[in-house]
Structure formats: C-alpha cells, structure tokens
C-alpha cells in the first residue's frame, strides 16, 4: 500500500488517519495555489524582464509595479465573450483547454520543494506526491499535455489552427523522444525513478557540492538537451512554431477567446515553470543548498524555508535564461526544427545514455573506469562518425523531410 | 512534387520557356471535376490561372491536386504589413503558389492628384509611400520643376539630399524591425523604432510633423533648417550608427537568423529585370544599380558614398543591404552638415513659392502672391515629364502630363513596392509558410504606395 501510493514517510505508518488526510489535502491546496500565483508572478516578471532588455517600461499600472496585470487580464478576459466556430466540434473545443492545463498541475506534484519536515506531528515530504514511478510521471504528462494542444488546433475547424494543431504533432512527438533521454541521462546514474531520492542524492554537503553532486555537470549533455527539448515542449520561444504569430495568426489558439484563451496561455506558462522545475530537481539539486551556518541543522529556518529558497532561486535562474532566450532567437523554421531533434539530439542523447551507462557498470564491475571511459567514448565516436555519415547533409536532401 | 529544392533560385522561364510547349493531354471534363473540388472560396478567384496551369502541367501537380490548401494570408494578418492579402496554396507547410491580392488600400490618389494643384500635390503624393514621404515628395517637386524649367537654390537641393538620406535611415530602420518581427525576433522591432523614433524626432522639429511631411515642394522645401541643427544631426548619426552596429552583432551571426535567411527566395539579376525590379532587391543580385550614382540628381555627384551590392540575393542579402546603406546615409547626413551651402532655402519667385508670412500684413502684393497662390496655384507650361530617384525601396518615378493649367492632367507615381512586390510569387514559391512570410518581409513593401 504505502508504496503504491508513495514513498513519503507520511504513509509509512501504514494508518491512513483524518490528519494525514488533512495533511495531504493542505499540500494538495497549496501546491495548486503556489502554481497559480507563481504563474501569475511570472508572467508579470517575464513582461518586465523583456520590457528591460527592449528599452520599454512593461507593465505598470495595475498594483504596485503593475504585479497584479496578469490578475487583471484573466479578470477581463474571464468576463468575455467566448466564442465557438461553426465548423467547430464542440466538445473537443471545449475540453481542450482543461486537457492542456491539467498535466501541468499534476506534473508539479510530485517536485519536491523542500525537504523533510514535520507538520502536525507528521514526517513529510514537502512535495504532494513522491511516486516510485516519478520520472515516468513526469514523461507521461509531459506526454499528455501534447493533447491539449493538437485537439485544439484540429476542433476549431480552420486553417490556421489546423496547421498549428499539424506542427504541434509533429514537434511534440519528435522532442518528447530528446526529452526522454535527456531524463535517462540522469536516471541511469541516479538508478532511482523517485525524485525525492533523485533530490536527495544530489544533497548539499559544502561548497564542493555544486559541481560534486549536483547531476549538471556529470550529466552536463542531457542537461542540454533536457532544457532545448523543454522549450520545444513547452513552445516556448524559439520553438514557439504551434503558434507561430506571424505566420499562423495565432496557431492553434487563433480561434479560442475569453477564458478559454486565458487557461491555454495559463497552461503554457505553467508549464514552463514545472519545466524549470523539473529541471532543478533532476539536474540541480532541487532544495539543496546551504543553510543558514549559525542556526542548527534542525532549526525550522534550515528545514523548512532554506530548501524553498533554493528551489526558487533556481527555478527563478532557469525562467530568466527561458526569457532571455525568448528576447534574443529569431523563431526557428519547422524543418530545421525537426532537423535540429532528429538528427542532433536524438543522436547525442542515445549516445550519451550508452556511455553513461557504461561507466555505471563499470563502477559495479570494478573494471577500470577510464578505460572504460576511453573505450566508451570511442565506440561513440566510431558510433556518430558512420551517424555522421549516413545522414544527408544540409545541402543533400530536404524533401523527405517535410 | 516541385522538382526544385528550395535554395535555388525559382527560374523564371518555367512560366515563359517550358510551359508554353508542354501543353499536356488533359481531358477537359476531367480537369472541371479537379477545379470544381477545390470548395474553398478562394479557389473562385485562382481558376483562371489554375486553369492554365493544370493545362500546361506548370507547377501544379496533377496527383496532388485535392491535397492543396487555399489559405488566405491577410488582408488582416500580423505579418502582411499593412493590408496585404497573400493567397497560398499549400501542400502541409509547403507553399505550392501564392498569390498577393492588392487593393485593399487603394484610395485613388493618383486621380485625386489631377484635381489638387501643384501646390497641394506633395500634400497627396506623401501619402503613398507613408514610411518615405520625403522620396514621393521629391519626386513630384523635381518633376513640377522640371515642367517649370527652374533650377532651385544649392541650399535647397542640399536640404533635400540631407532629408532624402535621412529618409533612407528611418525607412531601412523601420525595415529592419518588421523583419526581425516577422521571422521572430521580436526584440529586434523595439530596436528597430527605437533608433526611428530619434530620425523622426528631427523630421518633427524641422519640418513639424513625423510622418506625411509635405517639406519638399516645388521650389525648395518649406522651411529652413532649425538652429542647431547640425549638433542634433550629428549626435543622431551617432546614435543610428550604434544601433546598426548592435542590430549587426544582434544578427548577423545569430545561426538561427542565418538558417531563416540564407538561401531563402532567391533572386537572380535577369528575374529581376524583367520583372522590373528595383532597389536592394536588385542589389542584393549582385547588380550595383542605384540611380543615386547612375542618374545623379540633386548633388549625389558631390558626395562621397559607396552602393552597396552583394552576390546571393536572398532575404539575408536584402537584410544586409539595407543595413549597410544605413551606414552609407550617415556618411552622406554627415557631408552635408559639413558642405550645408549658405542661401535660400527655395526659389524667390512669388509665383511658385508663397511669401513669407512678415511681409503679407504689409505688402499688397505679397498678399495677392500669397491669395493667388493657395487659391489657384501656379501655371505650369504644357508638356509631359518623367522624373525619377532612388527611394529606400527601388526607383520611385513621376509621370506628369500638364496642360499648362495649375492642375496636372494625369499623375502617375512609379511606386516601386508595387513592382517589387511581384518578385513574392517566384520567390515564394515551393517554399515554406515561415519562409513565405520572411520573403514578402524582405520585399518591404509599403501597401499606400502599392495601391496609391
């Protein structure tokens, strides 16, 4: 039972009471509020940050420093019209918002932001699930999200939207396959799917650990390719084809308005920051870092405002590099899009996994790891240099791929 | 299908050399039945031209034929710039045809020109090509004056140089940020304005006005320059130049900028010719035609400034281009604040040019002048003339026809966005939507001086 449900030291009892319930339910209420408001915060910043680096000022009336726009704006467009196209299938149309803005939430769940704490007399985790399964998770609702945006693009009914709802597809699919293996470049050195262990394997123990344990350098590829393929997934700027404003109006949201408009542009924020969330926990460290030295390790500073602080400090640093990005690219070209996933990534990411690999079962076989290494390595270049090859150069053949 | 990859260059004599004589063997009815499941709206308005080409096999493939999308591109659309309708085919991202349908902002000027005066004419001509006002206003002037057989003051026609290159700057700057906008830089834009934004500053303070001028009239311009003009010039020039230094380092080298650009629609020197294409376009084929240096008017002979001209002639060429003319006009603004001829700013003559505003509350005269001249104009000798200079877009000519009354008989403005513009359907065609939209982008075309 207990590890099924999770591996959180709340059910380990094995008693499900009232108060774990309560308990649960508080960090359930609480993740969903966070990530509200977190998106809510971010989308402010994200404009003020881009009205910095484009000489405006952003916006600046609502509430102090305009923080409160992005409430208004969901204000307003909550009270407008929506409306559906004839040609639309309705249903589809309808559900397709709440389809892409669910597995947001969900995703967030299982992030751990804290570490463990005690509340109400119950060691918890502060995250709302750690499921044995956590990468899995992250890749299956990742995966989901997918949804939301093709159903919206294909129920409108219309050109735009239709061609939007075409290149989601064909992009998500194509990074999903990066992302994958991007997160098994972690995973075959964490050797857990938990991202409470993931987390708590990259703890912090001094100054050291930040390139000792944190998995950014070991796995510094799959850190790339993991962020390059979360913008992709997430349509973020340079990767934005789905709704590509100059060439398809609005993509698969052209037809959408009011609020249902609101909860897709909710939905893709949200998931940028479960990205950069996603990306803190797998790759740097999550809530790992250094307390505050003159308090005791035990002190409800250290374990309970501390790790949060780190958390945010890095998904913040994360969504800054998302919009610095988002500021300086020119959008991407769809074929050269899926040039880049196809035969970069993919590429790099698989041999990269190999290698990885190879080295783990050399640290548990004892054979010598640099030879291993060596070995590993050159089998891979051997591997990318008939890769290399085989694939048609850039000038050679582009029909078969549109 | 297209047995051209994109990258090369769309030969023209696929429309003129082969499809005359390859006219294939297509059952009538059978072709009906094709164009008639096309339901789309927009196929109403493409059968004629669908209908020649599945006759001569042209660019149409025959087995693809209900595979197409017709999808309409504008009139409202981010990246139409203005009001430009673009019909595509599509087969998925691929763009089979395209077809740019003008008129949207067709208001009849050039008529509305007969009726105005000489005097009103900059007033109606400015109006066109609304981001160079300065190039149509010349163009009219030069061509009244030619008509007027009268040569104005050296300060006027340094003025006007000074205001023509000024020009150049804020219409290449203004290129530059709907380009970045349109293949998604979108910071690019607010650069772009940013650095605009300070040209028509100076505009606004000489002439009173950002955009729609009418300072260049027939006789000289307007007004003279403020004082302290040449410290504004010249610490303007500073600015521009460090914003295209930045746009340079911004782009240029960025690997995604050159993926969308290079290679895309491109043009050779003979598409070009024969389509009556002018401007960077051209230059960017690697023929250096500017009538600044081929025709030189005004005192373009007296400056020292280079054409700028490369080889590729694709949207990363026409990027450039206008990029470095950029710099090339700040070389010509800073001349002319050294070499600013001392004098009048238009000719003496009352009967061209209005009296100044003083010596109407004491002169009779100059009240009559002044009565006379805004009421009826001026006669202009009878005769036909052609004039033309280099606007930021391409050569921009003036046809006048007088009959030696006040009003022209017929007014034709060459605008040279509208000829430019057809270079989109060659070079568009079997290329993506992303690279549909960074070709008519590199177009620059302006819709007022399309449509007129």
Redesign the interface.
Known sequence: MSHLLALDPLFQSGHVGFSVFLVVAVKVLVAFALLLVSVMLYIWGMRKWIADMQNRIGPNTAGPWGILQTLADGIKLFFKEQSIPDSADRVVFRLAPYLSIMPAFLLFCIIPIGGQVSIFGHQTFLQVADLPIGALWILAMSGLGVYGVMLAGWASGSKYPLLGSVRATGQLLSYEAAFSLGILGVLVRAGTLSTHDIVSQQRWVNWHSFVSQWYWLPAFVPFVIFLIAATAETNHPPFDLVEAEQELVGGFNTEYTGIRFAIFFLAEFMNVITMSAVATTLFLGGPSGPGLGFLSAGNALNTWLMPVFWFGLKVIALLFVTVWVRASMPRMRYDRLMALGWKYLIEIAILWVLVAAAIEVANVQNWNVWATVLIAFGSAALAYGVLYLAIPKPDEVVEEFR | MSDK???EPPSTDSTSGESTSAIKNVDPDEIETRLERQTDEGAQELRTTSRELVLTGGMWPEDELSDT?I?NMGPQ???THGVLRLMME?D???VVRIKPVIGYLHTGMEKTGEDLTYVQGPTNVTRMDYAAPFSNELVYSMAVERLLDIDVPPRATWIRMMFQELNRMSSHLLFQATN?????????M??GW?EREEVLRFFEKTTGLRMNNNYIRPGGVAADLQPGWQEDLLALCDTVEEGVRDYDE??SQ?P??V??TVGVGVLTTEDCLSLSITGPILRSTGFAWDLRKAQPYLAYDEVDFDVIYTENGDVFDRYRIRLYEVLESIKIVRQCVEAMPPGDYRVQDKKITPPPRARIDESMEALIHHFKLFTEGFKVPAGEVYTSVESPRGEIGCYIVSDGSSKPVRLHIRGPSFYNLQSAEPMARGS????A?AIVSSVDPIMGEVDR
């Open positions: 990859t994109r990258g999308m999808i659309h981010p990246s599509l998925s991202e691929e970045g906008m349109d293949i998604g830089a979108v910071s690019m607010l650069y940013r911004l782009l960025n995604i900028w993926e969308r993506l939507v992303a690279d939209v």
